[in-house]
């Protein structure tokens, strides 16, 4: 019991932590740590700008279609200044430009349009950049952990002790799976913005096509 109690002790003693793995990885760490951050936040904004984009679309062109036929185009403006959403700005755009051809009130739409996608995709190549570099900088990691890893067995000769190779072996693997944790839920991340913009758009042309059909049929 006593055998068992003392191996238990030194276990317990060589137990290996969390900040600990992270000081075996090396100053590689840093940039990781770093870009895992700068991921999280590009994430978590993007997918509230484009919460945001949608949230207030319900029932907005069917207000809009109501004062334009009735007539009412100062309350259609008001209306679109008071709603926050991509749409909105589309729409009002393009009732400013009522009395042109519909070639141009179509165009400044889509210049709006162009505008407000750019503003959703912000930050979203830097996104894709960290899913891409960050296994890139865990595999730097490893090799560097590997050379290092020979470099001590070379200085040991003949003796070569396990502890001489624990601290680049550490360096190996750490980066290497902290570059995998950074990288891969970026990747996803990105894949599941981009398909959520997507969506944006869509809807934008919809109501965009919407739009350009109330101009073409301005009374029911």
């Given amino acids: 019991m006593l055998l068992t109690l003392m191996q238990t002790t030194e276990v317990t003693d060589h137990s290996v932590g969390l900040a600990d ?4 990885g090396g100053w590689l760490m840093i940039p990781l740590v770093l870009l895992m951050g700068a991921a999280i936040f590009i994430f978590v904004s993007r997918l509230i700008a484009i919460s945001k984009a949608t949230s207030n679309d319900i029932g907005f062109m069917n207000k809009i ?3 334009m036929y009735a007539g009412k185009v100062p309350q259609a403006i008001k209306l679109c ?3 926050n959403s991509p749409t909105a700005r589309m729409v009002e755009k393009g009732i400013e430009h009522l009395g042109r051809p519909l070639g141009d009130i179509h165009s400044a739409i889509e210049n709006v349009a162009n505008l407000e996608v750019s503003k959703l995709e912000n930050n979203l190549p830097f996104l894709a950049t960290i899913a891409g570099g960050a296994p890139m900088i865990g595999f730097l990691g490893t090799v560097l952990g590997m050379v290092e890893a020979f470099m001590n067995m070379a200085q040991a000769g003949g003796s ?3 502890s001489l190779l624990s601290s680049g072996m550490y360096t190996a693997m750490v980066t290497t799976i902290a570059g995998l944790i950074v990288g891969i839920p970026a990747y996803f991340g990105y894949n599941f913005l981009v398909q959520k913009i997507d969506k944006v758009v869509f809807r934008m042309e919809a ?3 919407a739009f350009m059909d109330i101009l073409n049929h301005p009374v029911e």
């Fill in 65 to 67: 279609r109501e004062l």
């Fill in 207 to 209: 109501n965009s096509i």
């Fill in 81 to 83: 200044k008071g709603v």
């Fill in 160 to 162: 070569v002790d396990i």
């Fill in 21 to 24: 793995l992270i000081l075996a």
